[in-house]
């Protein structure tokens, strides 16, 4: 059970936007930066958002961050087919002195 | 290019230890802190540990604690991850990940592509 909350599946329509949520504390998500990963089936996860809201060279202007408060979220918007991945989100947890992960969203193309 | 290239998993018996490596290219290693990060067989992602590019302040999650060792050869640019009495709930694919820069701004940048651990007798 992670200290990070995200609902375990989200699903849009191609074209849709789709936001995916991510729920912490004042340890973690409210003082921290907050990191975002997209992930295939059987490869490696791949950083998709660092502190907050920017985005790593060559990763599509459709993925967007945002933080407020305990909570971050990924939006995506313009989906399409090859976006269905599972995606989690990392930050730092002042309490438990460590890094924390959510616990997973697997987003559904419809 | 950056490269991170873990080995080292395998098969171990329940108590059992084994050393993962992370070789690292493409990048100063001194320069960089790198984690760990597993994800059991269908499960989601873990962090595990962390090893600072420089000084002594390592972290690791509590769910492994007093059962790693990590350390640093940067004469071959690797890091290691020393794991002892091994449970079956260790049993995951680990990753290593470097960490962007140093006041955290950018983490988890690059991942390596991960070494299996299983834990069974």
């Known amino acids: 059970q992670s200290v990070l909350t995200q609902p375990p599946s989200a699903s849009g329509a191609p074209g849709q936007r789709v936001s995916i949520s991510c729920s912490g504390g004042s340890s973690n998500v409210k ?3 907050v990191y975002w990963f997209q992930q295939f089936p059987g490869t490696a996860p791949k950083l998709l958002i660092y502190a907050n809201s920017q985005r790593p060279s060559g990763v599509p202007d459709r993925f967007s961050g945002s933080k407020s408060g305990t909570s971050a979220s990924l939006a995506i918007s313009g989906l399409r087919s090859e976006d269905e991945a599972d995606y989690y989100c990392a930050t730092w947890d002042d309490s438990l002195n460590g ?3 959510g616990g997973g969203t697997k987003l559904i193309v419809l | 290019q950056v490269q991170l290239v873990e080995s080292g998993g395998g098969v171990v018996q329940p108590g059992g230890s084994v050393r993962l490596s992370c070789v690292v290219s493409g990048f100063t290693f001194t320069s960089y802190g790198l984690h760990w990060v597993r994800q059991a067989p269908g499960k989601g992602l873990e962090w595990v540990a962390f090893s600072p590019h420089v000084g002594s302040n390592k972290y690791h999650a509590d769910t492994v604690e007093g059962r790693i060792t990590i350390s640093r050869d940067n004469a071959r640019n690797t890091m290691y991850l020393q794991m002892y009495g091994l449970r079956v709930e260790d049993s995951a694919v680990y990753y290593c990940v470097r960490r962007g820069d140093n006041s ?3 983490d988890f940048d690059y ?4 070494t299996l651990v299983t834990v069974s007798s």
């Open chain 1, 99 to 101: 890094w924390v992960i």
């Open chain 1, 31 to 33: 003082g921290n930066y």
């Open chain 2, 104 to 106: 955290g701004w950018n």
């Open chain 2, 111 to 114: 991942w390596g592509q991960g």
